[in-house]
């Protein structure tokens, strides 16, 4: 039987391999710094990225609830904790923290990326986002890893070890308003992990447009907007 191939017109995308990924590098435009091990840390189709050393937790509360648009809520909400070298984070069956990579990021105008798990920690139960795997073209900054452990025993967890890996599509055209300053992106150039910000989202606004429209733009944000 015939094998129907698509028109190469029809693929609108590529997946970045290891030979494309280096040479985004070397040309400077994709950061992934530091980088201290590319023969490790660069995969076939990807860049493995390492485990920070902050951790944000959600501390046990006998609120009736959390409003995410109240930044005084969210921020009493968690806590910071740091791991100092040589030691670990022992994350507990059912817990669920904020972590960060090690590794900052420039993802150019032509580039999505994606934040995905490793096989090797998914076999321990571990995950490293709930919803947040996107990092938007123009975003600049660390990664907030959001860990949880779906396993029946702890797992120790060490700043340095490889945590996650970030994988790359080329858009058909570049970005015409990347994620940034120019839309008001609320997690750019963000250090350690970051608790939701999503009180500042335009739909919760205190003053809405008085056309009832849905006012300014907010950015797409990375993979935690």
Known sequence: MRELKPPAAALPYMILSDTDILARLRDG???????????????????DLRLGSQFL?????NIPCIH??????????V???????????????????????KETVAIPDDIVAHVEGRSSLGRLAIVV?????????????????????????????SPGMRISQLT?????????????AERGSKYQNQSGPQASRIGDDPEFAADPPADGGDGPLDGAGDSER
């Open 68 to 77: 995410p648009t109240d930044a005084r809520e969210v921020d009493e909400y």
């Open 168 to 180: 790359f599509t080329e858009l058909k055209t570049p970005a015409d308003r990347p994620y940034g």
């Open 79 to 101: 806590e910071e904790t740091h791991v100092p070298e040589g030691d670990d984070f022992i994350l507990h069956p059912g817990d669920f923290v904020l972590g960060t990579t």
């Open 129 to 157: 986002h709930a919803t947040a795997g996107l990092c938007d073209p123009g975003y600049q900054g660390q990664i907030t890893l959001e860990l949880s452990n779906l396993g029946n025993a702890p797992v120790a967890l």
């Open 29 to 47: 435009d994709l950061v992934v710094d530091p980088l201290d091990d590319i023969d490790t840390q660069v995969q076939p189709a990807s860049v």
């Open 57 to 61: 937790e959600f501390r046990r509360t």
